[in-house]
């Protein structure tokens, strides 16, 4: 199998303009507001599309106001909460204007995420009494409408004299990280069978003892610092409303699946369609075998006219589990299913969240009949 390898986090780049009390009026400048702009790669996923920079349209900011001590897990939102900025016009905007303290030396700590709260997948759960780092809740109701989750951290900036009193500005970069897991599938036969006969994979679920279907995100307290997810339910996904099914008649046979018919591996979803998971084991991932399964239903389908039905068919279920430390956060999976006489045999490689950058290291496992 071809080998893939992560790709880099995506950037965004958030400008700090200086503000200062001008000498003259003793009043704050208006060009010393806090002002935004965004630099994001191509390989960031919303929904089923990869978000850029011509329709990234909106994120979220939480600020923290410390006067001239660092950040504690006592702090509040005092500075900004869950502050939407938007783009109008090809320009990032939001309301009200929020200005730099006019003392050196005091602090600002920021937290972004995006996209801005949906209604659907993800949900600001802290208030504007919060104290302590922002949380987010992230639900897997509808897996053809999931979106990707990115968060930075900057803790405990500083107003420094270079962009005082002139107003001169500098800028301070968020490096917004996926905190997701990714996964895509593929599906192929071992070799090639008679042109009568083919496998079509009916329906496929993920399932175990540490996948959640809602969890609650909490950000990094550390510049670059990934956030840690807590499990709060688990349960059952099916992947089947993203699944590419076909159900073209074999003989009298009908029910829809994808269809197998060779060596060649086809796609198991649809066109720039993919399946986000809440990561149980953060970066270090799955904490052992079996933890995470996948259940794979499908039917072994033989044309044949000498037949009352016109056709032979024969139902299995496998469940493959997935090794340790797999399923990490922020990282994508490209899963390969082979189809032999007896067994299942799934490869997962680590691929780009964009294009494929280069070779990492394949995992390999086979199904527990094996």
């Not at 200062?20 to 704050?28: F, L």
């Not at 639900?139 to 962009?163: H, Q, Y």
């Not at 072994?300 to 797999?326: F, Q, R, Y």
């Amino acid at each position: 199998m071809k080998k893939l390898i992560l790709g880099f986090c995506a950037i965004a780049t958030i400008l700090m303009v200086g503000c200062s009390k001008d000498s003259s009026n003793g009043e704050v400048p208006a060009g010393n507001a806090i002002n935004f702009s965004t630099y994001l790669g191509r390989d960031v996923q919303v929904r089923s599309g990869i978000l850029d920079d011509t329709n990234l349209s909106d994120f979220g900011v939480f600020a923290s106001y410390t006067q001239s001590a660092d950040w504690t897990d006592a702090s509040g939102f005092n500075f900004m909460f869950d502050q939407l900025v938007e783009k109008d016009g090809g320009v990032w905007n939001y309301t009200p204007k929020k200005y730099w303290p006019t003392k050196q030396g005091e602090k600002i700590s920021f937290w972004a995420y995006a996209p801005y709260a949906s209604g659907k997948a993800i949900e600001v759960v802290s208030t504007k009494t919060s104290t302590g780092l922002p949380q987010i809740k992230y639900t897997i109701s509808d897996v053809t409408t999931a979106e990707d989750f990115t968060a930075a951290t900057l803790m405990n900036e500083i107003k420094t004299a270079s962009v005082d009193p002139d107003g001169s500005s500098r800028s301070v970069e968020f490096k917004l990280r996926h905190e997701l897991t990714r996964v895509n599938i593929k599906a192929k036969l071992d070799k090639a069978v008679a042109a009568e006969t083919k496998v079509n994979i009916k329906s496929i679920s993920f399932l175990g003892d540490d996948l959640a279907t809602e969890g609650t995100y909490t950000f990094g307290n550390a510049d670059g610092a990934r956030g840690s997810w807590t499990l709060d339910t688990k349960g059952t996904i099916s992947v089947d409303p993203l699944m590419a099914k076909v159900s073209t008649n074999l003989g009298g046979y009908e029910e829809a699946g994808v269809r197998l018919s060779d060596v060649t591996a086809v796609p198991v979803f649809g066109a720039n369609k993919y399946l986000f998971l809440i990561p149980s084991g953060g970066e270090t991932g799955t904490a052992a075998a079996g933890k995470i399964k996948v259940k794979i239903t499908y039917d072994i389908v033989t044309e044949d006219s000498a037949l009352n039905a016109g056709h032979s068919v024969s139902t299995a279920v496998k469940e493959i589990e997935l090794p340790a430390e797999t399923l990490k956060q922020g990282k994508a999976y490209l899963y390969t299913l082979t189809f032999y006489t007896n067994e299942i045999v799934l490869s997962a490689s680590v691929e780009g969240w964009g294009d494929e950058v280069g070779e990492g290291d394949n995992v390999d496992w086979n199904d527990v009949d094996r």
